[in-house]
């Protein structure tokens, strides 16, 4: 258990559908971030949240939208996704621009079909 | 920009033998340095850290020392277990770089009884 909590845990979608990812911290962090995981590929970071205001965003298709509408509390919908966007989906939290580590998730296994 | 390049796997051990992976970086200001272990389904945990040159993390066995001289950081275990049996990620922070998570590509530990 490390003070963030994804749900669901397992998601399967087909392409038309709209569907969204839930993110929570109770651990007093600033930052939030949304990280993709694939298959023999890097981590990959999606998002930044610092203080619920978007701070990065690393070119990522308008199909995924973030929300974060406060600072325990991200959202990933999900709209019109392709197979390849099938994923392991990471959620993190830290606090922002301070050296130290983040928290991650267990993370949400997304299966487009 | 900052990058974080770690050996490529899978890596194979048998029970009991000794584990180095290593991992170097690039970063234009002085980072702290991570070690992430993700179990199978399982997202990110924070293995060990070091936050300064010459510092050394510890933690269940395992270990790792920031090597300024080399920017080096890679990680050692005396003997394995087969409950090691994950994906090990190389991390940076930088405080130059907003103190975004850098993430190598992770290399796959397998321990044999």
């Known amino acids: 258990e490390t003070g963030v909590t994804q749900t669901p845990r397992h998601l399967v979608m087909g392409m038309t559908n709209k569907k969204s990812l839930k993110c929570e911290q109770h651990?007093?962090?600033?930052?939030m971030y949304w990280y993709k995981q694939s298959a023999k590929k890097p981590l990959e970071l999606m998002f930044v949240?610092?203080?619920?205001?978007?701070?990065e965003n690393n070119s990522v298709p308008s199909r995924f939208s973030p929300e974060c509408p406060n600072s325990s509390h991200l959202f990933l919908h999900l709209h019109t996704l392709q197979p390849e966007d099938s994923a392991l989906y990471l959620c993190?939290?830290?606090?922002?621009?301070?050296?130290?580590?983040?928290?991650f998730g267990q993370g949400t296994r997304l299966t487009v079909v | 920009g900052d990058s974080v390049t770690q050996m490529e796997g899978p890596v194979t051990l048998s029970e009991e033998a000794f584990l180095t992976i290593n991992c170097t970086y690039t970063a234009t200001g002085y980072p702290s340095l991570f070690w992430y272990v993700q179990y199978p389904g399982e997202g990110l945990q924070l293995l060990l850290k070091?936050?300064?040159?010459?510092d050394k993390g510890s933690n269940k066995g395992f270990e790792a020392t920031y090597r300024k001289e080399t920017t080096s950081f890679h990680l050692e275990k005396g003997s394995v277990q087969v409950s090691d049996s994950a994906v090990y990620f190389c991390?940076?922070?930088?405080?130059?770089?907003?103190?975004?998570?850098?993430f190598g590509a992770g290399t796959r530990l397998t321990v044999k009884p």
């Open positions: 070091a936050t300064k040159a010459d």
């Open positions: 949240y610092s203080l619920e205001e978007r701070v």
């Open positions: 651990l007093g962090h600033n930052a």
């Open positions: 993190a939290s830290s606090r922002y621009r301070e050296n130290t580590e983040a928290f």
């Open positions: 991390a940076l922070s930088d405080p130059r770089d907003n103190n975004d998570m850098r």
